[in-house]
């Protein structure tokens, strides 16, 4: 009796595992632009929902070349009403020559990083895809010209998305031009899905090809500990 019980725990637990790694780890991200005010959203689920992460960065202002672009980000539970954490940063010239730095070390340190990226992306599904901007510099021909610079922008974009990603819904993208005043505002959500189990043959991957340079592993493991300290110490 005590083997059947055993046999059928295990037997659940099988079943689970299976679950969790068919299931979708789903992401979505939202930029708007209304004249100085942004917004952006990034929000991460996982195993149906019992795991959720909202990631919301209200206030975006450009403090100058010395303090660089100022950062106030506030994390929010899975019910959207109660703030968790809140924190303000700088993006400055320093850290991004640091993480330049830091990129270019993993490259080093990891066999063919850029097929991995590739490969990894190539599971990915697009789900939802629309970036509309409205655009007016005040005299028409000026906003004919930029409304097609935009669009062009736009296109090479969304090709690039479509070559590395399998896009599943329909674009909606859209540039309007407002001729008849200085205007600028856009929106851009994208949501996008991955299983499980690709993230975890990704992860096996992507350390098979660390382990096969020397300092490799390690390498990631500081590049992940120094994310992690600056996530908490953001202030």
């Not at 990034?42 to 960065?57: D, K, N, P, Q, S």
């Not at 106030?72 to 850290?95: F, P, Q, R």
């Not at 690709?198 to 990631?220: P, S, Y």
């Amino acid at each position: 009796m005590g083997l059947l019980w055993v046999g059928f725990v295990l037997l659940i637990v099988i079943l689970a595992i299976i679950i969790a790694l068919l299931s979708f780890i789903r992401g979505e991200f939202y930029f708007s632009r209304v004249k100085d005010n942004d917004t952006l959203t990034v929000e991460m689920r996982a195993l149906f929902g019992l795991i959720r992460y909202r990631y919301v960065i209200p206030i975006i202002q450009f403090k100058g070349f010395t303090k660089g672009i100022l950062i106030k980000s506030e994390i929010v539970n899975k019910t959207y009403a109660k703030l968790k954490d809140e924190s303000k940063d700088h993006i400055t010239k320093d850290k991004v020559i640091q993480f330049y730095k830091e990129t270019k070390d993993l490259l080093v340190h990891t066999l063919n990083l850029y097929d991995w990226t590739r490969q990894t992306l190539a599971r990915v599904e697009c789900t939802e895809l629309k970036w509309v901007t409205r655009v007016g510099v005040g005299d028409a021909p000026e906003t004919a010209i930029t409304t097609g610079a935009i669009w062009g922008i736009k296109s090479s974009l969304l090709g690039f998305t479509m070559r590395y990603v399998q896009v599943r819904a329909t674009p909606r993208v859209d540039v309007i031009p407002q001729f008849n005043e200085k205007h600028f505002s856009t929106e851009v959500r994208v949501a996008a899905r991955i299983r499980v189990w690709h993230m975890v043959f990704a992860g096996v991957r992507l350390m098979v090809r660390a382990a096969k340079v020397k300092g490799g592993i390690r390498t990631w493991i500081q590049m992940a500990l120094k994310a992690r300290s600056r996530f908490k110490t953001a202030s």
